[in-house]
């Protein structure tokens, strides 16, 4: 709010508040007669005057019945209105029945923050916030938050003059409320235009679908079993558990503090990480086998908090979820989901090592996917696995194993103490494959051909990362999409040499 310079508040348009000025008649042809003599006499020409500005200018908040300098009733008003924002700026407090006191005014003024766009800060924010000192006092408002512009698929600012719009009532009938709010946060990162065209509500609305089907897949387990959930009061956790609940109290402390610090879109993909990711790919598909009253209570748990957190961005999904969990159990004693408590972590005696070790395990099994993909394995072939793990995790591969084997296709499963060979490792353990027709030579010569393509792509990548014009011109998710391209070609370039060099040894 520094230099703020003098601008124009005339506009020459049909509709607007009218300027209160009036003009005297008399006076003004008394100022064009002083005019034309001073033209007449000799001597340095004065310049000549606005007639308006310097004679029978009259500032009224009404019109007056006669000129107060000469008492003239040939007076009329100016026909320029005042410019949109000059109204407009009066908006945070004559919408609350300003000038005199009310309730609504003193409850509601100031309030916390506004949402706009950048290219109306001086034209808008800035007025308003000199509105509100001048006539209350007070700032409207403590933080302004600034989103990008809507654009088309090509870069264009949406307008309907150039008919590039995408009308949301059209989407809401296609994919739905929830889809059409949830797409906009996950596209509109802070500051960021957004690029819109009607594939990009697809997000929205499969996540959408993804929470139903989850939900529902929940509900009719618990039917099909007989089981009766009286309380979410858990007995014992075991390590696959203390992960995903650790998962989910860390997601529950990111997304709050996003929130606070008004970063929606980081809230809404770390949302969506957890339930899509961590909730349905991994915890779901883990105890599939193992349902048992406890895991359904951890299961609704995890539901309930994960719909709370999605809940300020897809309303109407969560709330009817809710409202059938309410019926369904009778657990939920707000009636409402928005009413309900925000989510808290859940406390537990789970330690860091328990969730640690699962993680191990999660990344074993993506560690196996990858190499039957790298090495051109079909993903549902069963093949034997040799694992070496360290000693103090015996244990804790023993009592997992199950799982690790079926969400890796694993045929058989045996523990050594030494490998020969090492095809995967992390910080606890080695795996090797074993199955007939393994030709080491010919994997290599496979690997290598797929190290030159990416290797290739990398150099055309960072070529393009470094070019300034497509940097400067090219929308913002698309340099996002190119820099994800070209990290995710850099780690699978890692790992197939890694793997090369495994096999060549």
Known sequence: M???????????????????????????????????????????????????QEYGVIVSKAKPDKCPVCGSGEVYQEEDVLDTWFSSWLWPFATLYWPGENEDLEYFYPTDILVTASEI?????????????????????????????????????????????????????????????????MLASTGSDVYLSDEKFLVGRNFANKIWNASRFIMSKVDALGL?????????????????????????????????????????????????????????????????????KILLLCLISSLK????????????????????????????????????????????DDAKNIESLVDLVKGIRNLKVDLGIAPLKKIKALIRVDDNKNVI??????????????????FKNTLSRVLFKNDYLGLDFVFDGFDAESYVSSLKNKIGKLEAFLDKSSRKLKNESFLSKAPRETIDKEKEKHESGLAAVSRLKKLKDALSG
Request: hydrophobic share 40%; glycine share 6%; proline share 4%.
């Open 309 to 352: 957190l999605i809940h300020p961005v897809m309303p109407f999904i969560t709330e009817e979820i809710f409202q059938m969990l309410n019926e369904k159990f009778l657990l939920l004693k707000d009636g409402s989901i928005v009413k309900s408590k925000w989510p808290d972590k859940i406390d537990t005696s789970c330690s860091q």
């Open 228 to 296: 009766k959930i009286e309380d979410l009061n858990i007995d014992e956790l075991d390590g696959v558990d203390c992960w995903v609940i650790d998962k989910l109290n860390n997601t529950i402390r990111e997304v709050t503090d996003y929130l606070d610090n008004y970063r929606i879109n980081d809230a809404v993909k770390k949302t969506y990480e957890f339930f899509w990711h961590i909730f349905c790919d991994w915890y779901i598909e883990i105890i599939k086998n193992d349902f048992t009253q406890n895991k359904a």
């Open 397 to 414: 591969l023993g009592r997992n194993i199950g799982w690790v084997a079926r969400l890796s296709n694993l045929e058989r499963v045996e």
């Open 121 to 185: 800060l001086f034209f808008w924010v800035a007025r308003m916030i000199m509105a509100g000192l001048e006539f209350t006092g007070k700032i409207p408002f403590h933080t302004v938050l600034i989103h990008g512009t809507v654009r088309d698929e090509k870069g264009i600012k949406m307008s309907k003059s150039l008919g590039n719009i995408i009308d949301p009532l059209e989407v809401i009938d296609k994919f739905g409320a929830d889809a059409l709010r949830f797409s906009l946060m």
């Open 2 to 52: 520094n230099n703020i310079q003098d601008w124009c508040i005339s506009r020459q348009i049909w509709w607007g508040h009218r300027l209160p000025v009036y003009y005297c008649k008399k006076c003004q042809e008394a100022g064009k007669s002083e005019v034309q003599n001073s033209k007449s006499e000799t001597g340095p020409k004065p310049q000549t005057p606005n007639l308006k």
